[in-house]
């Protein structure tokens, strides 16, 4: 009958699946893990491209789920280097140290966010103060900035990625979001619904700056200069927001990982940085 | 030896039902073990603590009342029941611009001694610091801070779970989010996938039905990522218009999303369920002069009710669990919703967005774990109450 | 009760052709509004599929190049889950059926079982990031997120099992008894072989479901981006729909990598697609060759 010809097929199958087992794991050595933010991901992913053309002989994965993902994954030996876009929270620097592991952590690039609203919206420079008040909540309409009586709506990234709590740290002086915040799961969301709503403000990557939507020129010294979001104007530091991207990795793997992170840092890899849309470091 | 055989096989197939029925048990095992631990533990970070001056007569404060005194929503101790006095909140961000590297040392081995000082000599003060750091002295006292109870978790309106000093965990907006759109979600979908798979399995010529079945059945295969994007980009901007809202990702957006990713399931369920009625019955009917109409209202559909309620657990359950899709176009802020127009959170959205980041056994994660746990008891009182329901009505 | 019948009859089938009419309407509508979305994603994505789109590496940061470890990442994870869930979904299927007795130990268990079926994909995902990534140490892997896609498909084979199998007629198996077979040679003889191409449509809407989802795999084996095919089941591999949902959502050039993500989206339809047609042919073919016998 059909029905065992059905089962012997399955059994065949995980025969098949069980052999090929056996030649698991065996060049370690050649093979590098790199695992976490979504942010850096694509960087990680094209430069190990890169890297991979000129050295054949060496295989990297390049996996995301966030920095917490890949801090975690680090912790348990489950991947070679972490990548994150923020900085060890205590918990984790704690679970390090308990675990004797001394890490290194390099920055690799440097991101800065873009803070965008809607093309049609006349208001053109936003103070950091008045970006506070807006995120926390404490101004909810355009007129109050100069711009047309409409209710602001925020967008903002997830609270746990990354991104979300650079902002809340160098722009909002640590102060929490208004709970009315509308939380997007990814920055191409958050785009999309700025180009699409009239009262919206939002911030991203500026490696993600699109024509559809409109950056507003920023000043952290309480008017007297706005500068607005550019390469150039991040690369000298006169752009405030922005913030490095880091590898992370055991000491102990230093050989196994060096010459990929070295690619990563020399001019080659950095000029890659700048094809991904993000800021190289030098 | 035949024999032995099948008793063996009658052995492995009982077997198999038990297994399955064991799964249920596996995830509850494992999701509540983690989920359940974070309760009672205290909203702080682990080993950290908040300290004021003896002098100060305030015990205890909640969570919420910690958010807001360091977003500077409370800057006054006479808010909390004390003297007016400003509050002046020190941790070990802002240690630096207080004392000098060489007052605190390099290590910050005095780092004790400069924070008691302080408290004593300006007894406004309130210090968020790492008990490993910090000795108390006589002059300084620990602030207690609630425990998180299962009823504040359930209860509290609002959901800061990174929210430093004390994480601000309250399921409540988030609950009701999920219950919102999947309601109302269930509500578009039901009648209109039953009118289809009546359509479908009564109505239709066998020509018609052999070209719609197979896509409806392709629908359900879309990958949810896709019908978000498509709701981004068509839903979304369709009730800004039409309804005038500031904001286009609603409850609403995610209902009509979620309605239209349950109809292929509803739709193939039930009309399979519609399609097991016997012909004996139908002929009945029909021999009794009923129309083909009254047979299916009344024969047809009280036949299949069963599998009809077990399509709408399975939409149910799609459309409450359902995560890429929704945060995509729900908005995903975490305010109790007034209604369907408004931005809402959902649960697995939440999870979905939240545990990639959440440091590995952390209280975050935990919570999320419990969180996970609120949406398996709810699924599960769901399909109680639909068990319920079918098992009455093929009583009376 | 002694109105003219002619009326009735009028009453009757008026009410039949609104109610038809309605229920036609809703049907079309619902078929629009399906095709609409179809035509919304062919019209982006068709444009890159040629077969290098299928048998290549992406290339340049995802936004060139084809997507075939994606591929190969969704065939195995659904040969795997399958593998497992199919057989054990199956038996389960024909022991609440056909074994179990009414009473406590059969309610517990399609209690169960149907609660199973209600369990949300990201509740299955974490279940299986805390069992068999870190309980059992299987890590991030082909075989974890196999168990997870395999429980998240279990519920809908049982259940279809079930259903096909309440759907044949008791007359077979008391003819079959009558005749002095045994309980089991009954099941494996007469009542699965007529509830067959059933039971199959069970396996394919599981293996539709289980080639389209996220959630689940997140956690458990999804890689965004690997050089080589996997070799072991202890390998991450690349899925489809989370290499659509990751590169049209993050990767910061979204704008040059949307029409592969369309693509990506389009292959996975056709995937779904050319399963059920498979699964109708199969029902077909079975369905007659079991009248003919």
């Not at chain 2, 995509?328 to 109790?336: E, L, P």
């Not at chain 3, 470890?69 to 056909?98: D, H, K, R, W």
């Not at chain 3, 959502?249 to 050319?274: C, H, K, N, W």
Request: glycine letters at 8%; hydrophobic letters at 45%.
């Amino acid at each position: 009958m059909k029905l065992s010809n059905l089962f012997l097929l399955s059994a065949l199958l995980i025969i098949s699946c069980t052999n090929s087992n056996q030649d698991k794991k065996n060049a370690d050595s050649k093979s590098i893990q790199l695992k976490g933010s979504d942010t850096v991901l694509p960087l990680g992913q094209k430069a190990a491209e890169a890297f991979m053309k000129m050295h054949a002989d060496v295989s990297i994965t390049v996996v995301g789920g966030g920095s917490g993902t890949g801090i975690t994954a680090l912790m348990d030996g489950n991947t070679d280097i972490a990548m994150a876009s923020r900085d060890l929270k205590g918990e984790e620097k704690l679970k390090f140290q308990e675990k004797q592991m001394n890490l290194e952590i390099k920055t690799i690039a440097v991101d800065a966010l873009a803070v965008i609203i809607h093309p049609e919206n006349k208001v053109e420079k936003l103070t950091r103060e008045q970006l506070e008040k807006i995120f926390t909540g404490e101004i909810t309409n355009w007129k109050d900035l100069g711009g047309d009586d409409a209710k602001i709506v925020v967008y903002s990234r997830e609270n746990s990625s990354g991104t979300y709590e650079f902002f809340k740290e160098h722009v909002m002086s640590k102060k929490n979001y208004a709970s009315s915040v509308l939380n997007m799961p990814a920055t191409g969301a958050i785009v999309q619904s700025v180009s699409q709503t009239k009262g919206a403000i939002g911030y991203i990557g500026l490696a993600y700056m699109s024509p559809e939507v409109k950056a507003v020129h920023v000043s952290y010294d309480e008017g007297k200069t706005f500068v607005a979001p550019s390469i150039a104007s991040a690369k000298d530091k006169s752009y405030p927001i922005s913030r490095p991207l880091y590898y992370i990795y055991d000491v102990k793997k230093t050989e196994k990982v060096k010459s990929y992170i070295d690619y990563c840092l020399s001019a080659e890899g950095q000029k890659l940085v700048q094809d991904v849309g993000y800021i190289p470091l030098m | 030896m035949k024999r032995y055989l099948e008793y063996l096989i009658e052995w492995i197939i009982k077997g198999c039902g038990f297994i399955s029925a064991f799964i249920v048990l596996m995830i509850v095992l494992f999701l509540f073990k983690e989920g359940i631990s974070f309760l009672n533990s205290s909203p702080l970070e682990k080993n950290y603590g908040l300290f004021v001056s003896v002098n100060n007569p305030v015990r205890k404060l909640t969570d919420l009342q910690i958010k807001n005194i360091f977003d500077k929503k409370i800057t006054n101790w006479s808010q909390l029941g004390w003297r007016n006095d400003s509050i002046r909140t020190i941790d070990i961000n802002n240690i630096e611009s207080i004392f000098t590297k060489e007052q605190l040392g390099t290590n910050y081995e005095y780092l004790s001694i400069c924070i008691n000082h302080y408290i004593d000599s300006i007894p406004g003060t309130l210090a968020f610091f790492s008990e490993r750091l910090l000795s108390i002295s006589s002059g300084t006292k620990e602030i207690e801070v609630d425990k998180i109870s299962l009823w504040s978790f359930l209860s509290g309106e609002e959901w800061f779970p990174t929210a430093k000093p004390a994480s601000i965990m309250g399921t409540l907006p988030l609950l009701l989010g999920t219950l919102i759109v999947s309601f109302f979600a269930i509500l578009f979908a039901l009648p209109l996938g039953l009118a289809a798979s009546i359509y479908l399995a009564e109505i239709a010529d066998e020509r018609i039905r052999k070209i719609l079945k197979p896509i409806i059945e392709l629908l359900s295969g879309i990958p949810s990522v896709v019908y978000g994007f498509f709701g981004l980009v068509v839903i979304v901007p369709f009730l800004q218009r039409v309804f005038h809202l500031a904001v286009g990702e609603t409850a609403l957006a995610g209902s009509i999303l979620l309605a239209i990713m349950a109809l292929p399931t509803i739709i193939t369920v039930s009309e399979d369920a519609i399609r097991t009625c016997p012909r004996a019955m139908k002929e009945a009917s029909l021999a009794l002069g009923a129309s083909h109409w009254q047979t299916i209202w009344k024969v047809i559909l009280p036949y299949a009710s069963s599998g009809i309620t077990a399509a709408s657990i399975l939409g149910i359950g799609r459309a409450i669990g359902e995560t890429m899709a929704v945060l995509m176009v729900t908005g995903n802020a975490a305010t109790i919703p007034h209604g369907l127009l408004q931005p809402v959170r959902t649960i697995p959205a939440t999870i979905a967005a939240e545990l990639g980041e959440a440091p590995y056994g952390g209280l975050h994660f935990k919570s999320l774990f419990a969180l996970a746990c609120m949406l398996f008891l709810i699924t599960m009182l769901t399909n109680i109450i639909a068990e319920r329901i079918s098992a009455k009505r093929k009583l009376s | 009760m002694l109105a003219f019948p002619k009326n009735i009859d009028q009453i009757k089938m008026r009410n039949q052709r609104i109610m038809f009419w309605i229920a036609r309407g809703i049907s079309y509508s619902i078929i629009a509004i399906l095709i609409l979305i179809l035509f919304f994603i062919l019209k982006r994505g068709i444009g890159v599929i040629n077969w290098e789109f299928f048998s290549t590496m992406p290339k340049e940061g995802m936004t060139k190049g084809g997507i075939l470890p994606a591929i190969i990442g969704t065939l195995y994870l659904v040969a795997g889950s399958m593998i497992i869930a199919f057989p054990i979904g199956m038996l389960s299927g024909i022991y609440v059926n056909e074994y179990a007795r009414e009473g406590q130990v059969k309610r517990f268990i399609k209690l169960m079982t149907n609660n199973l079926a209600g369990v949300p994909s990201i509740v299955f995902g974490l279940f299986g990031m805390a069992l068999f990534v870190n309980q059992l140490n299987f890590g991030a892997s082909i075989l974890a997120g196999s168990l997870t896609l395999a429980l998240l498909a279990l519920p809908l084979i049982i259940r279809t099992t079930e259903e096909s199998l309440k759907a044949v007629d008791n007359t077979f198996r008391h003819a079959s008894y009558a005749l002095g077979a045994s309980k089991l040679y009954t099941i494996r003889k007469v009542v699965v072989p007529i509830a067959f191409p059933n039971i199959i449509t069970g396996l394919i809407l599981g293996i539709g479901r289980v080639s389209g989802e996220t959630a689940p795999i997140l956690f458990t084996v999804a890689a965004y981006f690997l050089p080589r095919l996997p070799n072991s089941v202890f390998d991450q591999c690349m899925a489809l729909p989370y290499h659509l949902y990751v590169i049209s959502t993050s990767g910061t050039d979204i704008e040059t990598s949307r029409p592969i993500a369309y693509g990506t989206a389009v292959v996975l339809i056709a995937i779904v697609l050319f399963v059920n047609l498979l699964a109708n042919f199969l029902r077909n073919y079975f369905s007659r060759k079991v009248k003919m016998k």
